[in-house]
């Protein structure tokens, strides 16, 4: 079946670091879709990426599909401690449900 | 602002009891699904539908039973409460065309003694 792989598993910056965390398909996605969650919260929906090749931004965060549609980054510019949480991706394949990829806990040292 | 709502926020109940995590929206989204998570782990697809008297099972083999007779409604039940079903269980919706993100609730966290 479809699986999506996300690493890494955890990242610690300092404060005012870069940071990426990276997502891989076995197979060719109709979209992938970014998901942050903070300790002890639930999920919340960032962005949606559909074409190939696209780059989406939002503020500091950067979006970016792969051109065969079967790996997508998100980085974030200068982390702030209001970063810290829980980074999902999400992968469909056509009218399949979303399969989410295993997360990245990123911490800050302020 | 969440409109999606999960009942009861935590729960703590003994083994061998039932019990029904409620699941309402507000938004007439047609699907739905419920997730079962450990703290800041990987999401496990238990169950989802896709409309009124729609269920399917998900990825995660899951004691538990869902029912749609509403669409705004997506209650999960566990016939018997086990020890190994604590966790945080959330409830997401989104519409029916696929290229929407999901709406979580805040999640029920349940602990089974």
């Known amino acids: 079946g479809q699986q999506v792989m996300q690493i890494p598993q955890y990242q610690h910056v300092q404060e005012g670091e870069d940071f990426t965390t990276y997502c891989n398909s076995s197979t060719t996605l109709s979209n992938i879709q970014w998901y942050k969650q903070r300790p002890g919260g639930h999920p919340v929906f960032l962005i949606q990426?559909?074409?190939?090749?696209e780059v989406k931004k939002q503020k500091r965060l950067t979006f970016q599909f792969g051109e065969a549609k079967k790996n997508s980054s998100l980085h974030i510019t200068a982390t702030q401690t209001t970063d810290v949480g829980t980074y999902f991706c999400?992968?469909?394949?056509?009218?399949?449900?979303?399969?989410f990829g295993q997360g990245t806990r990123l911490t800050i040292n302020p | 602002e969440a409109d999606i709502y999960q009942t009861p926020r935590y729960l703590v109940i003994g083994t061998g009891k039932k019990i029904t995590l409620e699941c309402s929206q507000t938004?007439?989204?047609?699907?739905m699904y419920w997730y079962q998570q450990d703290p800041g782990m990987e999401l496990h697809l238990i169950h989802y539908?896709?409309?009124?008297?729609?269920?399917e099972k998900g990825d995660l083999s899951s004691e538990s039973t869902v029912s749609r007779i509403r669409t705004e409604h997506f209650p999960l039940t566990l016939e018997s409460a086990r020890p190994s079903h604590t966790s945080q269980y959330l409830c997401a919706s989104r519409p029916g065309p696929s290229n929407y993100g999901y709406t979580f609730g805040s999640g029920t966290r349940l602990t089974v003694v």
């Open positions: 999400a992968g469909q394949r056509g009218a399949q449900k979303l399969v």
């Open positions: 990426l559909v074409k190939s090749g």
């Open positions: 539908s896709y409309g009124v008297n729609s269920t």
């Open positions: 938004m007439g989204h047609d699907k």
